[in-house]
């Protein structure tokens, strides 16, 4: 019998085919990438390894790129192997480390490889479960460095949602783990069918007619629909109608929508007596009558159709609280007493740690009202242990909706019978921006329930501003590319070099996915190169043809290209011959675009001078935009690098101007004088400065101002206009074939520089970025760069580099450059800890306050302060080697943890976790801890066993790790 025979012999289901493959794979001594829909069952491949590694006395980690993965996955494989053989390493949770079977999240294996840790030793195979992650602009260069560090004995098993590039992602790891089997399956096991809900109807998002099953979609037991569902004309639903994407949105949905938008406009336009109305505008108040359901109206209609569970994905926090309170304002209750009873038992296990006092700050009994009746909100800001219930009760059937931000889509097993999106739009930190298809298809992956559902129903609902052809296309489409955010960091850079040496560091770069990408697009580029040159020999042959028969010669233009085609056969003159006379004509016109781009640069700075220099009273002229004239400043600008300061014109408006209101630097034309206080708010007010003004008799200039251009006092420019008119091709017409053949010839030449720059650019910026770093390295000490007795560059590490590259932080080289300095040496444990929040917190909002603004003993304000000047030192030094600057400490989580850890009360330390006057969810207070005491751990293995500041900091842990951080950390 196989191992893969002993272990499907203990599974309650027959392995699908990409499964039984991969598996097979895996056992066979390859390791293996497996692509896969949402919900396809990837993991059960991690499992087997698991299996593997079990069976041949070897070890496997199972890594997941968040904690709370992390703990499922470590709960799930304790269930079937027992807790003596499986452990859980996830930075402030240990548990059996030194099991065969170690559950961590893909930074706890990285430092490990960094650190030589002999946990290393029997390694046979790692799990890399949401692969995909890799893409991940701040931690998916985690990914690739396992990959590449990892010795080649180790099997990876690659778990990865669906990506369109699946080929050249496992032609990557092919290349730098060796033999390695890719195995892509795009096929659901639970059928997924669109919907569309446009006020109180429910249609299928595309037309039965034209959906094309997708490949293998088994038609036998379905269910013809869901209960009590609309169908608009359609009476089955059809396989496959996940690939979407080839089919039409359904004709009577848009009849639809447009029968009720036209309907209400003539409603409205026969009562106001107007004409028909244009057509519809974003965001505008068309499609205003079809109202969306409320919350309770579409959980109850859910409910009616047995459409439960289900998820609705809202973009935010207070959104999903919103709609958990919307519904329990309305009455609707979707559980039975004899449930509400279990649901009782499961909470009353969840919070069986936490004391009265904590029970009541925390809204223990609000929440509790809300699982009883089957409702509950699922986010990042909820206390871990209330999202862990919700959890729970979810997959028992016990909660029947849950209202959650997109985080519950990754990776956490809660599958649902449908998923509803209320927007098509998210916040993503800077911007809100539609979702991606990717984004769509992770969201509704959560639908159809393999073994429960015979299908599963992603609904979206209709707004004003949602087009059907638009949800169409995001659930049709297929091109979910996976992209390399992997750049080199400094305690990537020591750990490499301590390693590596400098060239090895290099290679490894080299070998990396970022890179292996870039190659690939220059192959492309090349390509085109190589093609822009045959045009270009072409062309220079027709020109050569035309010259010669106008009685000129051709001429050769010195340009970037290795091959400019035509041979000059005189004295090497750039502006001879024809050619040579369409590159002065070219260079008069880069000389007169470079002029008027410097014209309109000193404009510019020339106007934000002057608009920084306008006092309150200054009266100006107003150049451009909807506002001309006169206008007096009201307030001066309150900052120089944008200065924008309030004016009333004339004419009775009143904003603030900038540099883009003005074509010339505004004049001070004269002043006037204002009262005290100004009515600028009322329209009686403007109006009578407005008039004040107007009888200034200070006159508006008229026109813009005539300045002399810098063309014309321009030499260089005369030289080359002269050498124009003297050129014997300048007889010729400007409609002579000659110049349509040299404009078609730059045109070519142009397009060979700007691609021969890409690939420059391409092939570069990893090296260029890595060279940066380790000058910033070598400034600082942390690295002894030198060349060896060859002349080749040599690096390294010194000691100081021996320090950071223990400091896993965004703010790493901040957090060594402290410790070295020795001004955190003398802090009380709380203090300590409140430093090292400034450390790693970051607000949602705007909310930085210094560390003059920061409660607290004289020590600790002088340790902020010293810290704050040592980051103002660093980013010198990183301005000076061109890198990104390390983030400024956030002192806004500071007296929150330094009150935790001195003993105070959690609501104490809740009321001073406040961001802008609004209190720090509990949530988020655990998990700012948690990362707290990452860094604590982190700078007391740093300083050394018996330094006082290592001594501080496992005070402070000690002192963090209580109340409900301490349920949450095991």
Not at 164 to 188: K, L, M, P
Not at 454 to 465: D, F, K, L, N, R
């Amino acid at each position: 019998m196989t191992r893969l025979d002993d272990f499907t012999d203990r599974l309650t289901f027959r392995l699908d085919d990409f499964q039984r493959r991969a598996c097979v794979a895996l056992e066979g001594g390859h390791g293996v990438l497996v692509c896969a829909p949402t919900g396809a069952g990837k993991t059960i491949v991690g499992e087997f390894a698991v299996h593997l590694a079990l069976a041949g006395g070897t070890k496997c980690f199972y890594t997941t790129p968040i904690k709370a993965l992390s703990n499922q996955k470590y709960a799930d494989l304790v269930a079937v192997h027992g807790a003596e053989s499986v452990g859980l390493l996830t930075g402030d949770i240990s548990i059996n480390a030194d099991a065969p079977v170690v559950v961590m999240t893909t930074e706890v294996v990285r430092n490990m490889i960094y650190a030589r840790s002999r946990a290393l030793q029997g390694l046979s195979h790692v799990v890399m479960d949401e692969v995909h992650f890799l893409a991940d602009r701040f931690r998916g260069a985690v990914w690739e460095e396992v990959i590449l560090h990892l010795e080649p004995s180790v099997r990876v098993v690659s778990l990865s949602a669906t990506v369109s590039n699946a080929e050249e992602f496992g032609d990557w790891i092919q290349t730098v783990r060796g033999d390695t089997a890719v195995i892509v399956d795009e096929h659901r096991p639970v059928p997924l069918t669109q919907h569309m809900l446009v006020g109180g109807r429910m249609f299928d998002l595309f037309d039965p007619t034209t959906v094309v099953p997708a490949p293998g979609a088994e038609r036998a037991g379905r269910s013809a629909t869901a209960p009590g569902a609309e169908r608009a004309g359609r009476s089955a639903t059809a396989p496959g109608a996940e690939r979407a994407g080839r089919s039409q949105v359904n004709p009577e949905l848009k009849r639809y929508i447009r029968h009720r938008m036209l309907t209400i406009d003539d409603r409205d336009d026969r009562s106001s007596g107007r004409g028909r109305r244009g057509p519809a505008t974003r965001g505008g108040r068309r499609g205003g009558g079809i109202r969306p359901p409320s919350r309770p109206d579409l959980v109850a209609r859910l409910d009616r159709e047995g459409l439960l569970p289900a998820i609705g994905f809202i973009f935010s926090r207070a959104g999903c609280d919103g709609a958990l309170a919307q519904c329990l304002r309305s009455g609707l209750n979707l559980l039975t007493p004899e449930e509400s009873m279990e649901v009782d038992a499961v909470v009353d296990r969840h919070v069986a740690e936490l004391s009265p006092t904590d029970e009541d700050i925390l809204g223990v009994g609000e929440w509790r009202a809300g699982l009883r009746r089957g409702f509950a909100a699922h986010h990042a800001g909820l206390l871990p242990t209330f999202r862990h219930a919700v959890e729970a009760l979810f997959t028992r059937g016990l909660v029947k909706m849950v209202f959650a931000t997109e985080t519950l889509a990754l990776g956490i097993n809660m599958p649902a019978r449908t998923v509803v999106l209320e927007r098509l739009v998210k916040y993503n930190g800077e911007a809100h921006v539609d979702l991606t298809p990717g984004e769509y298809t992770q969201l509704t992956g959560r639908a159809g329930r393999r073994g429960i559902d015979v299908e599963g129903h992603a609904v979206v609902v209709w707004t004003p501003e949602t087009v059907p052809e638009q949800v169409a296309g995001l659930a049709g489409a297929r091109t979910f590319p996976l992209r390399s955010s992997f750049q080199p960091e400094y305690n990537m850079a020591v750990n490499l070099i301590g390693r590596l040496g400098l060239d090895g560091s290099r290679e490894l770069l080299n070998r990396s996915f970022a890179q292996f990408q870039a190659d690939r697009s220059v192959v492309g580029q090349a390509h085109r190169v190589e093609e822009s040159r045959r045009r270009l020999r072409k062309l220079d042959v027709e020109l050569t043809g035309a010259a010669a028969n106008r009685g000129l010669e051709p001429g050769v233009v010195i340009d970037d290209v290795d091959e400019p085609g035509i041979e000059d056969p005189g004295d090497g003159d750039p502006h001879s011959g024809f050619l040579g006379y369409v590159q002065l004509r070219e260079d008069i016109r880069r000389r007169e675009r470079d002029l008027k781009f410097e014209r309109r640069a000193a404009n510019a700075q020339s106007t934000v001078a002057d608009l920084a220099a306008l006092k309150r009273g200054h009266v100006i002229g107003l150049q451009g935009g909807r506002h001309r004239g006169l206008a007096v400043v009201l307030e001066a600008a309150t900052q120089s690098l944008d200065p924008k300061p309030l004016v009333l014109s004339e004419d009775a408006w009143c904003g603030r101007v900038g540099t883009r209101d003005f074509v010339n630097p505004p004049e001070v034309l004269g002043n006037m004088r204002l009262p005290k206080h100004v009515d600028r708010r009322t329209g009686r007010g403007r109006r009578d400065l407005a008039s004040a003004l107007r009888s200034t008799g200070i006159e508006a200039p008229r026109g813009r101002s005539k300045k002399r251009a810098p063309a014309a006092d321009d030499r260089e420019l005369a030289r080359l206009r002269s050498a124009l008119r003297a050129h014997p091709a300048h007889r010729l017409g400007n409609d002579d074939e000659l110049f349509r053949l040299a404009e078609r010839r730059n045109r070519v030449l142009r397009e060979i520089v700007s691609a021969e720059r890409v690939i420059a650019e391409k092939t570069s910026t990893l090296g260029v970025q890595f060279e940066r770093i380790v000058g910033v390295l070598a400034e600082l000490g942390y690295l002894d760069v030198g060349t060896d007795r060859s002349g080749a560059g040599r690096a390294s590490v010194t000691k100081a580099g021996h320090l950071l590259s223990r400091i896993y932080s965004e703010s790493d080289l901040l957090v060594t450059e402290c410790i070295r300095a020795g001004v955190w040496d003398e802090l009380a444990p709380n203090e300590l800890a409140a430093v090292v929040a400034a450390m790693v917190f970051e607000a949602r909002r705007e909310s930085y306050s210094g560390a003059d603004a920061m409660p607290g003993s004289v020590a600790l304000r002088g340790a902020l302060a010293r810290t704050i000047e040592i980051w103002r030192e660093v980013t010198a030094t990183e301005s000076r080697h061109h890198v990104d600057s390390t983030r400024e400490p956030d002192t806004g989580f500071s007296v929150a943890v330094s009150l935790w850890a001195s003993g105070r009360s959690l609501t104490e330390s809740l009321a001073a976790a406040g961001e802008r006057g609004q209190l720090l969810s509990p949530g988020d207070f655990v998990r700012w801890n948690r990362q707290v005491i990452d860094l604590l751990e982190q700078v007391r293995l740093g300083a050394g066993a018996d330094t006082r500041l290592a001594g501080s900091a496992r005070s402070a842990v000690s002192g963090i790790r209580r109340g409900v951080v301490a349920a949450e950390l095991g």
